[in-house]
Nanobody
Framework: QVQLVQSGGALVQSGGSLRLSCAAS????????IAWFRQAPRKEREGVAC????????HYADSVKGRFTVSRDDAKNTGYLQMNSLKTEDTAVYYC????????????????????WGQGTQVTVSS
């Protein structure tokens, strides 16, 4: 069974930074495009960022552009979301996802279907 295991969520003050990890197990993440989403309480899921299979293409939601950076380390079979200058409105549960048919060609569609999802990790930004 394909698994994505997430880590890195925490409580952080406004202006702080966090790095989320998304580690693949039971399959090789190489060449899989990775999408990141978040869902805040009482809000719909939002596409945050994505990275192509080679890491050469990335896309970001306007709300995080310039503050978040998506990356990958295929040697570690892991994707990352570096979040800087965090704001209270970034508070949400963050998810990574991948699918053999998914291509990072724009901000991830929150209604797209993915084969594999991480379990989610809570990010809370306090003022």
């Amino acid at each position: 069974q394909v698994q994505l295991v997430q880590s890195g969520g925490a409580l952080v003050q406004s202006g702080g930074s966090l790095r989320l990890s998304c580690a693949a197990s039971r399959f090789t993440l190489n060449y899989h495009h990775i999408a990141w989403f978040r869902q805040a309480p009482r809000k719909e899921r939002e596409g945050v960022a994505c990275i192509s299979g080679t890491g050469t293409t990335t896309h970001y939601a306007d709300s995080v552009k310039g503050r978040f950076t998506v990356s990958r380390d295929d040697a570690k079979n892991t994707g990352y979301l570096q979040m800087n200058s965090l704001k209270t409105e970034d508070t949400a549960v963050y998810y990574c996802a991948t699918d053999t048919d998914y291509h990072c060609s724009g901000t991830p569609n929150p209604w797209a279907v993915f084969d594999s999802w991480g379990q989610g990790t809570q990010v809370t930004v306090s003022s």
